[in-house]
């Protein structure tokens, strides 16, 4: 009884954090009309809730603008492990690799999988490695799907065609030696235009670095001012006429 309150608990928080966490978009206002996906699960069950649940794991999900929040929680008797190496994310059958929040904003590919013991469980996001980069001022996050038509009316009809395509997930879960490749598929139930008004741009938690600027010519000319000076100075001191040393 103890077990299912602290499950029935943690559901309950990790559904706040998706209320209030919250993701960025590429795009503004004025850019064309700003669209909202509305998903269900359809594999490997059926539902709204996007909940998932065996005998050894219950994972929740939520899918925003350019990746997929979701929370896991080890319900067997042994430690399971997550592999992130191997995970991946197809849209409309295109499967790419992942980055997740080890690795969001890195310049490395290497993801860390970590241990769950009994009762554990993570909180993370993901979203496909190429569609996370610094364009030189500030990180984008790539839509999974269109969201705004850029007042394209070839572009909006393609994404009221959205309806019925599928965000799938790879999760393989290693329960000591053995791996199990669990399949989940998310397919757009709905497609809704919303006001720019009623949108409000998200940010991650924790937010993206500052991104790092390359030395410019500008830098170069001061670095050279600046040593050009410290070497004049260095041979005035050595052209200085020694004095000997009075007696």
Same mark, same amino acid.
């Given at each position: 009884? &103890?077990? &299912?309150?602290?499950?029935?608990?943690?559901?309950?928080?990790?559904?706040?954090?998706?209320?209030?966490?919250?993701?960025?978009?590429?795009?503004? !206002?004025?850019?064309?009309? =700003?669209?909202?996906?509305?998903? =269900?699960?359809?594999?490997?069950?059926?539902?709204?809730?996007?909940?998932?649940?065996?005998?050894?794991?219950?994972?929740?999900?939520?899918?925003?603008?350019?990746?997929?929040?979701f929370? /896991?929680?080890?319900?067997?008797?042994?430690?399971?492990?997550?592999?992130?190496n191997?995970?991946?994310i197809?849209?409309?059958?295109?499967?790419?690799?992942?980055?997740?929040?080890?690795?969001?904003?890195?310049?490395?590919?290497?993801?860390?999988?970590?241990?769950?013991?009994? /009762?554990?469980?993570?909180?993370?996001?993901?979203?496909?490695?190429?569609?996370?980069?610094?364009?030189?001022? =500030?990180?984008?996050?790539?839509?999974? /799907? !269109?969201?705004?038509?850029?007042?394209?009316?070839?572009?909006?009809?393609?994404?009221?065609?959205?309806?019925? &395509?599928?965000?799938? /997930?790879?999760?393989?879960?290693?329960f000591?030696?053995?791996?199990?490749?669990?399949?989940?598929?998310?397919?757009?139930?709905?497609?809704?235009?919303?006001?720019?008004?009623?949108?409000?741009?998200? &940010?991650?938690?924790?937010?993206?670095?500052? #991104?790092?600027? #390359?030395?410019?010519?500008?830098?170069?000319?001061?670095?050279?001012?600046?040593?050009v000076?410290?070497?004049?100075?260095?041979?005035?001191?050595?052209?200085?006429? =020694?004095n #000997?040393?009075?007696?």
């Amino acid at each position: 009884m &103890k077990i &299912k309150i602290f499950l029935i608990a943690v559901i309950m928080t990790f559904s706040g954090i998706f209320m209030s966490c919250v993701t960025t978009s590429q795009y503004s !206002p004025g850019s064309g009309n =700003k669209y909202q996906y509305v998903y =269900k699960m359809v594999y490997p069950v059926k539902n709204s809730s996007l909940l998932f649940q065996d005998d050894s794991v219950i994972i929740q999900f939520k899918l925003d603008e350019s990746t997929v929040r979701f929370q /896991l929680q080890n319900i067997s008797e042994s430690a399971i492990t997550l592999d992130w190496n191997r995970a991946s994310i197809g849209i409309s059958d295109r499967y790419f690799a992942v980055r997740h929040a080890s690795n969001f904003y890195g310049d490395t590919n290497f993801s860390n999988s970590i241990i769950m013991p009994p /009762l554990g469980y993570l909180r993370d996001v993901i979203i496909p490695r190429e569609n996370v980069y610094n364009d030189g001022d =500030k990180w984008v996050e790539l839509d999974l /799907l !269109p969201t705004t038509d850029h007042r394209s009316s070839q572009l909006q009809e393609s994404i009221k065609k959205n309806v019925g &395509k599928r965000i799938s /997930l790879i999760f393989p879960i290693l329960f000591g030696s053995t791996t199990k490749n669990y399949r989940f598929d998310f397919q757009v139930d709905t497609v809704k235009r919303i006001a720019w008004k009623d949108y409000t741009p998200l &940010k991650r938690v924790p937010g993206p670095p500052p #991104p790092v600027h #390359p030395v410019t010519a500008l830098d170069n000319v001061t670095t050279a001012v600046i040593m050009v000076g410290v070497l004049g100075f260095s041979a005035y001191v050595l052209s200085i006429k =020694k004095n #000997p040393p009075a007696e």
